[in-house]
Structures are given as structure tokens and as C-alpha cells.
């Protein structure tokens, strides 16, 4: 139904910044929250944060203060600025588009993109 690419990813020294895009296609964008997800090499995959379509956000404890999460729903696309990168942000990144009606709760109506590797390293 919905198909999501994410780009951005890449290598950065630790303390640097990449930011991530994410575009969506094939529904109606305003009506989904979005997300980013990021899976680290044994690791459980993790909700980094969300946003939904008014722009209110929730991050996770790890990230907050560092990385912010936005959209802009005309161009069907969702951002993920990361600041002051740490090796422990090492993953592959995952933009999630989820029609759920709050930021704590999820639906059956589920997409994920296929990942981006972000990789903090000197």
C-alpha cells in the first residue's frame, strides 16, 4: 500500500551530523505517523522517534536533545536531523508510516522502508 525510502545514511565522525530523508508513496500521507526506527548489530530494533501529521513528537531518552524528527506533508516526506553523533548511533535507520491515532499506540495499517546504515565512526 504504502512504500517508504529513506536516504541520507552514511559515515560521520563522532560529534558530526547527517540528516535523514524519508519519502513515502502510494497513500495518503497526512493521515499516517511517521517514524524512525534504528536496528544496531545485536541489537533489537528500536523506536528512535515519531511524528505525527501536526508535528507533535516523542523521542527516545537516548536521543533527546540530540536528534529531531519533522515532515512536511505536501512533499510526503519525513526528516531525522541527528546532532552530536555517538559511535553508539551506529545502526541501519528505518522510516515507519503507521495510521494509528496517537504516538503511543500502533495499527495494522504498517509500512516499513527498507533501511538506511548511518555508521559513527573516526
Known amino acids: 500500500q504504502v512504500q517508504l525510502v529513506e536516504s541520507g545514511g552514511g559515515l560521520v565522525q563522532p560529534g558530526g551530523s547527517l540528516s535523514l530523508s524519508c519519502v513515502a508513496s502510494?497513500?495518503?500521507?497526512?493521515?499516517?505517523?511517521m517514524g524512525w526506527y534504528r536496528q544496531a548489530p545485536g541489537r533489537q530494533r528500536e523506536l528512535v522517534a515519531r511524528?505525527?501529521?501536526?508535528?507533535?513528537?516523542r523521542y527516545a531518552d537516548s536521543v533527546k536533545g540530540r536528534f529531531t524528527i519533522s515532515r512536511v506533508n505536501a512533499k510526503n516526506t519525513v526528516y531525522l536531523q541527528m546532532n552530536s553523533l555517538k559511535p553508539e548511533d551506529t545502526a541501519v535507520y528505518y522510516c515507519?508510516?503507521?495510521?494509528?491515532?496517537?504516538?503511543?499506540?500502533?495499527?495494522?495499517?504498517?509500512?516499513w522502508g527498507p533501511g538506511t546504515q548511518v555508521t559513527v565512526s573516526s
Open positions: 502510494g497513500s495518503i500521507f497526512s493521515i499516517y505517523i
Open positions: 511524528i505525527n501529521s501536526g508535528g507533535s513528537t
Open positions: 515507519n508510516a503507521n495510521r494509528s491515532p496517537n504516538l503511543s499506540t500502533y495499527s495494522g495499517y504498517d509500512y
